[in-house]
């Protein structure tokens, strides 16, 4: 077993502990007067040197040098004593307590209670004086003293660690808490930027390709007209977009969320942009008069036809895209839409799958249900369609469900 480096705090305090002891033997004072069972000059120095040493282990291995402490100091009642032996007894009981094991700490103060009552009933029960109680009062001093100390002490040192193992574990949990609503917050602008600005620069792909691949004037002017328009509403929203990031303070208002009396004119405009590829769209509003949707809602919904009719315009062949929405007051608003699906000719423009992720996102954020795949298509339509649905629940946050 390798023995521990002892702390310099530990040396310091053999040193002084030994050197006290040497120059009060050397100037003949001793704790007790009178003959002792072991009286002999160099008596009194192996308690000493045997308790100095051992203060090179309090705090590497306090309950071991206690205990070598004990039979040291219980040799030294045989000897006429050194104050500097006690002093140093009462510093390894502290150590035990603080250094300690816990079960330990928990039992030294209780032990050395203990002690001291059997001390003063044994002397008094020796000596039958009143006077014996003195005895009683100076092994409490010895031991109860530094054992109740070092309780006291230990408890503030664990509960100032427990503080600060807290205050760790708030400030972890605080930036997890940052860096989770970044994240969300991230993930929100990129379903935002992509909604608003992916259906305009989709349209741009597809007519500027068709202008550059046929040599035709008006047709090369229609995909111009196109692009002009698609580039004037796309740079227009993202300023919107760039509004809401910036601190405007108050010098703008709050930039008005599309809702789904807008969705005629998103139909309009994607009928333009889908005429030159034969993409024709519809728009089916079942919704009953008396449901108006919440506003997360309505916003998702738009935003899913938005990011639907996108698709269709990027991958659809020819013919016609159906948008129906159906919903009641106190049920779910369902969305649907329903595109050609095929590998047609045509220009096409490259897909990410990032509008189907955003889409998932949203309805997955309000709890309602989403799918989109191909599937066999209607009777006297086209083979295989492409078919979006979206169910939302129509709760709003406010308000209890009935």
């Not at 303070?249 to 333009?272: K, M, R």
Request: negative net charge; glycine residues 10%.
């Amino acid at each position: 077993m390798t023995i521990p480096r002892p702390h310099r705090d530990d040396v310091l305090i053999a040193v002084t502990g030994l050197a006290g002891g040497l120059l009060l033997w050397s100037l003949g004072l001793h704790t007790t007067e009178g003959v002792r069972p072991l009286s002999g000059p160099w008596t009194v120095l192996v308690p000493l040197l045997a308790m100095s040493g051992l203060e090179l282990l309090r705090r590497t291995l306090p309950i071991a040098a206690l205990l070598a402490g004990t039979a040291a100091i219980t040799a030294d009642q045989f000897t006429p004593g050194s104050i500097a032996t006690v002093l140093m007894f009462t510093d390894l009981v502290y150590a035990a307590v603080v250094y300690g094991p816990p079960a330990s700490a928990r039992r030294i103060p209780y032990a050395t209670g203990l002690i001291t009552v059997g001390a003063t009933l044994c002397s008094l029960a020796w000596f039958q004086e009143p006077s014996a109680l003195l005895l009683g009062l100076v092994v409490g001093l010895v031991s109860v003293g530094p054992a109740a100390t070092g309780a006291l002490v230990r408890d503030h040192r664990e509960a100032a660690e427990a503080a600060r193992l807290r205050a760790g574990q708030t400030a972890l949990l605080a930036e997890l808490d940052r860096r989770e609503a970044i994240t969300a917050e991230r993930a929100r602008m990129a379903r935002e930027l992509h909604d608003l600005v992916a259906n305009h620069l989709s349209a741009i792909a597809i007519h500027s390709t068709a202008a550059l691949s046929l040599d035709e004037p008006a047709t090369t002017r229609q995909a111009l007209t196109v692009i002009r328009e698609n580039s004037v509403e796309g740079l227009a929203e993202m300023r919107r977009l760039i509004g809401l990031l910036r601190d405007s303070g108050d010098t703008a208002g709050p930039a008005v969320a599309p809702t789904l009396a807008g969705l005629d004119a998103l139909v309009a405009q994607a009928n333009t942009n889908g005429a030159a590829s034969g993409l024709g769209c519809t728009l089916d509003d079942a919704i009953d008069a008396d449901a108006a949707p919440p506003a997360p809602v309505a916003l998702a919904a738009y935003r899913i036809v938005q990011e639907s009719l996108t698709n269709a315009l990027k991958h659809a062949d020819a013919g016609e895209v159906a948008v129906r929405l159906t919903g009641a007051a106190g049920r779910a608003l369902t969305v649907t839409v329903t595109s050609p699906y095929g590998g047609g000719p045509g220009p096409r423009a490259p897909g990410s799958g990032a509008g189907l992720v955003g889409m998932r996102e949203r309805i997955a954020l309000l709890g309602g249900e989403f799918e989109a795949g191909p599937g066999p298509g209607p009777a006297g339509g086209p083979a295989r369609i492409w078919r979006v649905r979206a169910v939302l629940p129509m709760v709003d946050d406010k308000e209890p469900a009935a």
